[in-house]
């Protein structure tokens, strides 16, 4: 009976492998956690649905003990080191057939490595991306599973029934062999990264070139989320406007300081983009801004020594907001653009065989970057699943033209009152060097062979040319 008890298993009771097993509880596996700390456990069988089979232990070969063959069981620990550790801990309790998860932040080339080091001892291990924060985690995230198609067919019921649904569709999918789940995580962490800042940007065009308070920036942001930038994201920064600080009398976005932090995913997205290479321009913009908001006595040093060009936008404000609202449809629809041209080159380079018009499904509920837009994008794909990058769709085109032209305005205002929107740059600065059929690069082709003897290709011929440039 002990051995047939538990469906499940969990190590790692924190707040996300807590509502993860509760989840799955709720929709009828037994399940069970593995937490040293003691308060964890009690906390775990606490919140269980009354009716429900959910038990916390404090020994890590009680719980392996307890689980059906082959053990399905998942790690959410954090990334790096953590991870390895759990891993010894466990190897000398499982056997052969067993599936072991690593369902956290871990970066797609540790996922690689380990999937190669248990598969020798015959034990299966999948690399999976959860995303929707702990009220996803309880109620239905999105579950971005790779690695062994064997492994996935073993708990792929159970995720089905925990993930997200959108029209009755479960937000999960198998994306791919070795590390692809991971990886598309990690993209997605990169797209987050970018809509992020993107929103942050369309804030100070609003709040300091129109000077609208926070009631009217909650106002607006509702408006948006309910029309073209419905979206998870623009959802909760309108609820933002409105908390009111509890240690002061403002609202309490107004004294959250404008260092930002980070965990390293949009880094990590940013660097692999280049090992590829891919254009991810909007993603590093934003990885880069986070990185200069900690530098914050320089830039009160440097605001006192640059005067800046006054903040003030001259425009109609509602005229404005409409700009700004297309800008920040533009920028987004770049920022999936570049994140989804990613993911195909490293699916034929990295041969993960990830698969867009899967991935651009599961991302449609229970994700962080979740938005109407992505219902646009199954369609694009649904008329071409080969499609090179998402731009080169028609529908796609056409609504990118439709916003064009407020975006260039918006740009050209921010730029010339001395506000930064480097998101919306960047993405402009892609956009039009997409578009274009031939780059001014060939420039720059010249410039290497000239100093460096890098040679050429010709537009009229073909084949590798070199020439000993003259000094004039």
Same mark, same amino acid.
Request: net charge negative.
């Given at each position: ?16 492998? !807590? ?18 700390? /003691? ?29 059906? !063959? ?82 996935? /067919? ?39 990264? /970018? ?6 940007? &369309? ?53 959250? &300081?404008?260092?930002?932090? &980070? ?6 997205? &940013? ?18 801004? !986070? ?12 605001? =006192? ?35 989804? =041209?990613?993911? !195909? ?100 082709? =010249? ?26």
């Amino acid at each position: 009976m002990a051995n047939s008890l538990y469906d499940f298993g969990m190590i790692g009771l924190g707040v996300m492998g !807590r509502n993860l097993l509760l989840n799955m509880a709720d929709h009828g596996f037994s399940v069970i956690g593995f937490d040293k700390d /003691a308060a964890k456990n009690s906390a775990l069988e606490a919140a269980a649905t009354p009716g429900t089979t959910v038990k916390g232990v404090a020994e890590l070969a009680t719980m392996v003990q307890l689980l059906e !063959r082959p053990r399905k069981l998942m790690m959410l620990v954090p990334a790096g080191q953590p991870v390895d550790d759990v891993i010894a801990s466990l190897l000398p309790l499982l056997e052969q057939g067993d599936v072991v998860i690593d369902g956290g932040n871990s970066h797609y080339t540790d996922t690689l490595r380990r999937v190669k080091q248990l598969r020798e001892k015959g034990i299966h291990f999948m690399g999976i991306g959860v995303s929707g924060g702990e009220q996803g985690a309880r109620t239905g995230p999105s579950i971005m599973p790779g690695g062994d198609l064997d492994a996935y /067919a073993k708990v792929q019921p159970m995720l089905e029934a925990i993930s997200a649904k959108v029209k009755g569709t479960p937000c999960v999918a198998y994306l791919g062999k070795e590390g692809a789940g991971h990886y598309v995580k990690m993209v997605h962490n990169g797209i987050e990264y /970018a809509i992020m800042q993107l929103i942050s940007e &369309s804030y100070t065009l609003l709040q300091k070139g129109a000077g609208l308070n926070n009631d009217q920036l909650h106002e607006v942001f509702k408006s948006w989320n309910q029309g073209a930038l419905q979206s998870f994201l623009v959802e909760i920064t309108a609820d933002i406007f409105l908390q009111n600080d509890d240690k002061s009398d403002k609202r309490l976005v107004d004294v959250i &300081s404008d260092k930002a932090g &980070s965990k390293g995913t949009g880094k990590w997205t &940013s660097q692999d983009a280049m090992e590829l290479p891919v254009a991810v321009p909007v993603i590093d913009t934003a990885v880069a801004m !986070r990185t200069l908001s900690g530098y914050k006595e320089q830039r009160l040093e440097a605001e =006192a020594i640059y005067k800046a060009p006054e903040n003030t936008i001259h425009a109609d404000t509602e005229m404005w907001i409409k700009q700004v609202h297309d800008a920040l449809y533009f920028a987004t629809i770049l920022s999936y653009a570049q994140g989804l =041209a990613m993911l !195909r080159e490293a699916s034929s380079d990295l041969k993960m065989e990830i698969p867009l018009p899967e991935v651009v499904k599961v991302w449609r509920g229970g994700c962080i970057i979740r938005s109407s837009l992505l219902e646009i994008f199954t369609q694009a794909y649904q008329k071409n699943a080969d499609l090179a990058n998402i731009l080169l769709d028609e529908g796609v085109a056409y609504l990118v033209q439709s916003v064009e032209s407020n975006t260039r305005s918006v740009i050209a205002q921010a730029a010339s009152a001395g506000i930064p929107v480097g998101g919306f740059m960047s993405a402009l600065s892609y956009f039009d060097a997409f578009r274009t059929g031939r780059m001014a690069t060939n420039l720059i082709q =010249a410039q290497r062979d000239y100093f460096g003897a890098h040679t050429y290709q010709r537009i009229d011929m073909p084949g590798t040319f070199h020439t000993e440039w003259q000094q004039h």
